[in-house]
């Protein structure tokens, strides 16, 4: 495979996701089939490792976590960066493949997991520094097709039998099996651990995936997933109660009493339009949707309300520092205010009017992650200095 159709696979997706970066607000939203793994020639970008750049927090970055005090950044062309002080630098992980990469969690400061396009899951055991992959479409696309078996045969050996769930049974199997070819190339928007031993996979167009050993195996639970329509399943979050809670497309909500346990369909959603993350405060439950739309409940998920805000941005993502709340998302839109006066939050504009998909409370600060890198912000707000691009601030850094 020739390194020109590699260079022009990296340039067609970053072309691809800047434009869903400004329509849709991030690229874990309502993908479609543009999310999909498109070859330049034979090039699987899947199979390529990330290239080494000189600065490559200035890349498109999606999600951000901690490995104790380590942050790491994820975002395009499997670029993988991690700090060891507040984010002032960063050193790029090795990563064996070049998709785009849409969420990252760590389970303890050492052992972390990534996911991406092309059902890419990748693993960590040495705080962020290398991965490894362990899963990709294909897998899964084929995990999918034998959870669909499984329950056809089971409905069929039950003494009751229910023929309306054969048939629905048979269907999605019908469905799982002569879309295999296409599945393993839909993104994977979320990875989510409740404990060391027990994660979920989710993704577009209703992929849910569960391990009950550590990532050991994963396994398919489609089957237990009240979502016939294959919504796609955007973020995930555990409640004060240990029940877990799913935020999708089309007012989706999808709760499970805990581990094991099947995901229904919530029949009181407050909203009809997209959810794009949700997240949970000491205090809290948010859900952050559609055009500004973004709803706040209790801390087991119940009782949700409006939270008004003078903007009709799309919200991304939020955070809590010591009682303050801040919301980002589209179009530099920023939402900051004490937690206990949610519909007094002050709303500014980020200079560049970049769209952010994550944020993490700083020792000092905040820090931002969007299409124009990675960003510091002041723990008061933008308005209080200008925000600075770490792409400036390297600079500036370096040459002193």
Known sequence: MSSKAVAEAYRRHHRMWQWSLTLFLIVIMNMARAAEITPVGSADLREY??????????????????????????????????????????????????VMLTAVTFISPEEGWAVGHGGVVLHSTDRGE????????????????????????????SIDVDESAIETAEYALEDAKANATSAAGNPLLDVFFSSPENGWLLGAYGQLFETRDGGANWHSIASR?????????????????????????AGLLLRAGGEGQDFVAETDSPYEGSYFGVFRSAQRVYLLG??????????????????????????????????????????????QGKESALNALTVETLPERAAHSAILPLDSGWLIAGNDGLTRIP??????????????QTNKEGAQ
């Open 225 to 249: 997933t009240e979502n016939p329509d294959n919504l796609h399943l955007n973020a995930m979050t555990e409640l004060a109660d240990g029940e877990l809670l799913i935020a999708g497309e």
């Open 130 to 157: 290398h991965w490894q992959k362990v899963l990709d479409g294909n897998r899964l696309a084929k995990l999918t097709i034998e959870d669909w078996q499984q329950h056809l045969e089971a409905l069929n050996n």
């Open 379 to 392: 723990a008061s707000g933008p308005e209080s200095a200008s925000a600075m691009n770490l792409s400036a």
């Open 49 to 98: 490792p990330a290239l080494a750049l000189r600065h490559p927090e200035h890349t498109l970055q999606v999600d951000l976590a901690r490995a104790g005090k380590r942050i790491v950044s994820v975002g395009e062309r499997g670029i993988v960066i991690y700090s060891d002080n507040e984010g002032v630098s960063w050193h790029q992980a090795e990563v064996p493949v070049s």
């Open 290 to 335: 559609l055009r500004g739309n973004v709803f706040a409940g209790d801390s087991a998920g119940h009782g949700w309300q409006p939270v008004s805000l003078s903007d009709s941005q799309s919200v991304a993502a939020a955070a809590e520092s010591s009682g303050e709340v801040v919301m980002i998302g589209n179009g530099g839109f920023w939402a």
